[in-house]
Structure formats: C-alpha cells, structure tokens
C-alpha cells in the first residue's frame, strides 16, 4: 500500500518538491473516494481543502441561473483542484462535481497554510507550483473567451 | 498535388443529393456529376469552388473520402448568402463545381510516424478525408491520435462517426468543448489540453491541425512544446477565395496565395505570420 507521501510524491503538481517538503505536508493530507455525480464541494462553502486529483475527472461548475449549472472546466488524474484555501475569504468560487468515480488526496487548508507561515521556503514553493497551474488555466480561458469557434469574415468565406 | 483535368475556370455541373444537417449552422451536402461520371480524384485537405447559380461562389473543402468517387461530399456552415443558399439546396439542384483546388495534407509523409490530427470546429471536416486514409492504411502507420474541439458540444460535427472511432482500439480519439451542461461527461476547457496529455512519441509524429486560426497556433506551440519539430506540424489555412489558382492574388498571405500554395502548410512556414494581425 502506497504510503500518502509517496503519493504526493509521483503526482506531477509535487515532482519538484524536497522530500523534506512532502514530509512536512502529509501530516496535512488524507485519502478520500467520490463516486460518480457527487459534489466535492459546493459554490460559496467553505475552501477548507486542496485536492490532488489521483484517478478520475471532476467537472468545475458555476450556476448560470435558468440554465442551470454549467461546466467551465474537468480537471482529471495528474492535475489539481481548487486555490481558494490559500487565499481569504477562504470560500469556493465554483462548485467540483466527480464526473467519474474519483480518488483524491485532500491536503488541509488551515495546515497547509500554517505550514506555509513556519517555513516560508515550503510557501514560496506551494505558491510557485500553484502560480504556474494558474498561469496555464488563465492563458486557456483567455483562449476560450475569444470564442475562436466563431465566425471569422477575414477567413472563413471557405466554410 | 491532384489539379483539375478541365478549364478551372469553368464550373462542371453537379446534381445536389442527401443534405444532412450536422449542427444548427452546419450541413453536409452530396454532389453527384450531372453527366454520370466519377468525381475527379482528389488529395484529402482540397477545396472546390462551389457555384450556386443566382447567388454566388464559394471555397469549401472536401469532407468526403478521397477514394469513394461517387460523390463530392462538403460540410459548409451557414456564414453567409452562399453557404446559406448551398445547406437550403434540395435534392436535384444544380450547381456548379470548379476543382479541385490547392495541396493536400501530408499523408504519405506520416506513414511510418505517429498522427496527430487536431480539429477545432468546422475544422474537423477539412480533415475528414485524411482521418479516412489514415484509417484506410492503418498498417502503414504509428499511433493514430484525434483530437477535436467545439464551442459546446452541441457544435460537435460528425457525432456518430467520432463515437464509431472512438471504439476502435487502435485510434486514440479526445474531444473537448468550450463549456457544457451536466449532461455532459467529457472534457471541458481548451484543446491544448488534450494535445498535452495525448500518448505520441513527439521525435516522430506528423501533426495536422484545422481550424480556427487562434486555436491552429496555440495548439501548434503545444506541439513544439511536447517536441514535434514545426517542419511536421501542418496547418489549413483560410483566406477569402476567389479564383481558387493563384491569378486574382484574393487570398494572398504574406508571400503565398492560400489557393495555390496552400492550403496546407508547414508551422515553420507560418509560425512569424500568425502573430501579424494585418495580414
């Protein structure tokens, strides 16, 4: 049985973190099961936790009033959910439904972040790692609000 | 490069047969030679200039196989008065056909490599007949990777047949839309992300990307990114048609014509004119 530091070892969110690091962070984290259609959590709840996702696909979701809920993103094995621990006020801005049957490990958000303030070294790295999957979300929405889907007069007379 | 045997400047007349309606703005139409003969031969990426009489003429690549030459297959979507008037066709309609036009994805060039074959939108039915071959000649080939891209996923064209080459076991398919309701169990977000997780070996990959022009160079650096080299990254590119041989200079592109240089081209070729907004 794989122990839950190895496990933050081999997801690739925390391959460039020391040992020592992933040794300091499990005593934050534990092992949880979705099954298909349940909710992780909900739109404005507490943030309380970090998400590794291990297996499975979760929809990110917003309520768009009449209709209904929408899916803006799926995130699945090998990447991350959720930033609103980290920063106040602390609460989910989109709600994380498991699409699949998913595994995750669930890092604490108070230890984490109380981890974060003893050792800023630790810190510095949870927000670099954290920064550059930001940096990629935000480029792919910037991408998607172009609506490139749409017609183009300058080069779509072919189509 | 297959080049028309008649006068390209004078349509040949086609018969309209089945219409299908893939999206809300989007139809398939067949062609059928009015004459009785077989459909000029075609390279899969090609384009015709369709004619509806009264209304006007437009570029629209073949979606069809290139080896079934019984009819002229093409996904248009509902753009403007000609395409419009070409998806309200009815069956027995006449229209004119010029072509076939340009050069044609690299598809002997992939044999013995990884194919990885991106289609964003409407892009997918430029690709259609290359998705065809490949599978025609599968032995010939390393892994097979689609991966296509709509707004939502009622945009999502050939619905039936992505489900056919999704069973397959020796095609990788991915899909991915904009955004979704819940009913929806498949990838959301942006097609990068679907070329970043897809199983190729980078050192020996073609890749063919069409679509919208944004999407086709995003998803091009990703590919250089994972390691395919810009010399095996081909895209479709678009520009307003009008002669479809390189004399009006309607579609010009820097210094290419789309029509006659293209419309297929290596990224090395385009990678510093994608990023010049006044061409």
């Given at each position: ?159 | ?43 899969s ?59 044609g994805w690299p598809v002997e060039l992939a ?19 290359a998705?065809?071959q490949v ?145």
């Amino acid at each position: 049985m794989k122990t839950l530091e190895s496990i933050l070892a081999e997801h690739p969110f925390f391959k460039e973190f020391a040992p020592e690091y992933l040794q300091l962070m499990k005593g934050c984290a534990s092992n949880a099961f979705y099954r298909a259609g349940t909710y992780i959590f909900r739109e404005d709840e507490d943030a309380s936790h970090f998400y590794v996702i291990r297996q499975g696909k979760v929809a990110l979701e917003i309520s768009a009033g009449s209709l209904g809920m929408i899916t803006i993103e799926t995130l699945d094995a090998g990447e991350v959910l959720g930033w609103s621990w980290l920063f106040p006020p602390y609460r989910w801005h989109f709600s994380a439904r498991a699409v699949e049957p998913t595994r995750v490990t669930m890092l604490d958000g108070i230890c984490l972040r109380t981890k974060c303030n003893e050792d800023h070294d630790l810190g510095y790295e949870l927000v670099r790692q954290a920064a550059a999957v930001m940096m990629q979300r935000l480029q792919a929405t910037r991408l998607q609000l172009l609506d490139a889907y749409a017609y183009d007069p300058r080069a779509r007379s072919r189509l | 490069m297959i080049v028309p045997a008649v006068n390209p400047m004078v349509p040949q007349l086609y018969r309209t047969g089945r219409i299908r309606r893939e999206t809300l703005d989007t139809c398939t139409v067949e062609f059928e030679p009015e004459d009785g003969s077989k459909v000029p031969p075609f390279a899969s990426g090609q384009f015709n200039m369709l004619y509806v009489f009264g209304v006007g003429e437009i570029p629209v690549s073949m979606s069809g196989d290139p080896t079934r030459r019984e009819k002229l297959i093409h996904t248009i979507r509902m753009v403007g008065p000609v395409s419009k008037a070409l998806c309200e066709l009815k069956r027995g309609d006449s229209v004119g056909v010029r072509g076939p036009f340009g050069n044609g994805w690299p598809v002997e060039l992939a044999a013995g490599k990884d194919v990885v074959l991106v289609g964003g939108g409407l892009g997918l039915a430029p690709l259609r007949p290359a998705i065809y071959q490949v599978l025609a000649g599968r032995e010939k080939y390393g892994k097979i990777v689609l991966l296509c891209s709509a707004h939502t996923p009622s945009y999502l064209l050939y619905q039936r047949e992505l489900e056919a080459w999704r069973a397959r076991f020796d095609l990788e398919v991915g899909v991915i839309v904009g955004h979704a309701t819940s009913a929806w169990r498949g990838n959301v977000g942006y097609v990068t992300k679907l070329v970043s997780k897809a199983a190729f070996d980078p050192a020996n990959t073609v890749a063919m990307v069409c679509g919208p022009e944004v999407l086709m160079r995003s998803t091009a650096a990703e590919l250089e990114k994972q390691g395919v080299a810009a010399e095996h990254i081909f895209l479709s590119m678009e520009r307003n048609m009008k002669c479809g041989i390189g004399f009006c200079g309607h579609c010009q592109y820097g210094p290419y014509f789309i029509c006659k240089d293209g419309p297929v081209f290596q990224y090395s070729h385009l990678r510093t004119l994608l990023v010049k907004g006044e061409i």
